[in-house]
């Protein structure tokens, strides 16, 4: 049925998601992992050759995702755990992501979606900081801006926060801006790319066109709506969704894209580098700790946080409109803990 090429192909990781370096191997947990995240994020991280035991974890359905994904034929394990037992399922894992928690419905913001979320990531951090403390912890879990701090004051309070270990999964923001540009410009989307600073929602976003060669040539209203769809892309799906929640295909695709590269990272890799929301003394001096910008991943996490360059005049704009709103969704957060 399959020539042997043919055959050869279909064997092969999917290179376009996942870049492997010579492996030291890793389990990997996901909190969450009966979702709509993730489900397809645990399949792809099942694809993933830097994955070697993966452990999904939910208060409801995670032994059957397990039991599914576990026959796809790649290398890792695959184990599913019950709502007790959160414990066995972060014990030995060096890579945990948390999509858990509600997401949006048309009409509400992703603040509106703190008074649910917020403890369900508080809780889930507890347990890290007693079970697995030197883990990198990956949050998807909105709103990003407020459940990152909150996961950082817990793991604090618990003596055992390591900025360079705990991450807000921002990708969606960059894969989104390297897909809308190549939509506008005719390029490849791996020409595309678009370093996005600040947090993950609406103003909060801050494209850095100017720094991209396809995003300089985007001027006057194409640029205003495309910095309009980067910022509210999110808004789009929760919409076209009606109802049924907010983006989980996309989202499992970005989430474990940057999976990827803390792996690559965690293996000694050198050179990645990629947005994501962390501890940053970049704008600390506005009162504002936790900043998406690029960062280079490495054995320990976060190797070396980026300067954010040169901004245009809009962006530098865009960046006056981020940093207050930014900054009461951090103190938010970290308010919760307190
Ligand atoms: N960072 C981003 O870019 C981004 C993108 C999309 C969605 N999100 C957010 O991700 C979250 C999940 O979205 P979804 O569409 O997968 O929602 P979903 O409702 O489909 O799935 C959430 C899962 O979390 C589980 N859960 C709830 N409480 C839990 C707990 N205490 N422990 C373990 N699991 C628990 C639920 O049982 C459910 O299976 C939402 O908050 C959403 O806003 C973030
Ligand atoms: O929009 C949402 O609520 C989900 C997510 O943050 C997104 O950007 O798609």
New binding site residues.
Partial sequence: MFSRAAIRTLAAPSSRLFSSSSARQTKVAV????????QPLSLLLKNDPLVTSLSL?????APGVAADVGHVDTGSEVQGYT?DQ?DEALEGAKVIVI??????KPGMT?DD?FNT?AS?VR??AAAVARVAPTACVL????P?NSTVPIVAATLEKAGVFDPKRVF??????VVRAARFLAGITDASPADTRVTVIGG?SGATIVPLLSQSSYGKTVTGEAYEKIVNRIQFG?DEVVKAKDGA????LS?AY??AKFANAVLRGLNGEKGVITPTFVKSPLFADKGVDFFSSNVELGPNGVEKIHPIGKLSAEEEKLLEACIPELKKNIEKGKAFVA
């Fill in positions: 909190l969450g992992a009966g979702g709509g995240i993730g974890y939910d208060i409801r359905g709502a959160l999509p858990a928690g509600v997401p949006r992703r979606l979320n369900i809780d889930l949050v998807i879990s909105n990003v807000g999964v921002t990708t969606l923001d993950h999110g929640g907010s983006a989980t989202m970005a989430g």
